[in-house]
């Protein structure tokens, strides 16, 4: 998996949505963390994106 770094999550997820990205609808929450949310590829590999505390 990659995990990617963003400014936005909610609108990062927001936008792919929009485009039609297969972007599962869970996020997750970590306290001092930061925030969660992933998207599949078309070729399938999952892709997470982090938004730090």
């Known amino acids: ?3 990617f770094r963003v ?3 909610a609108a990062m997820l ?3 949505r929009a485009k039609g990205a297969d972007v599962a609808e869970e996020t ?6 930061g925030q969660f949310g992933w ?3 078309p070729e ?3 892709l997470e994106l ?3 505390s």
């Not at 997750?28 to 963390?33: A, I, L, N, R, W």
């Open 28 to 33: 997750q929450e970590m306290e001092g963390v």
């Open 39 to 41: 998207v599949t590829d």
């Open 50 to 52: 982090w938004q730090p």
């Open 1 to 3: 998996m990659l995990n």
């Open 14 to 16: 927001a936008q792919l």
């Open 7 to 9: 400014r936005d999550l």
């Open 44 to 46: 399938g590999n999952r």
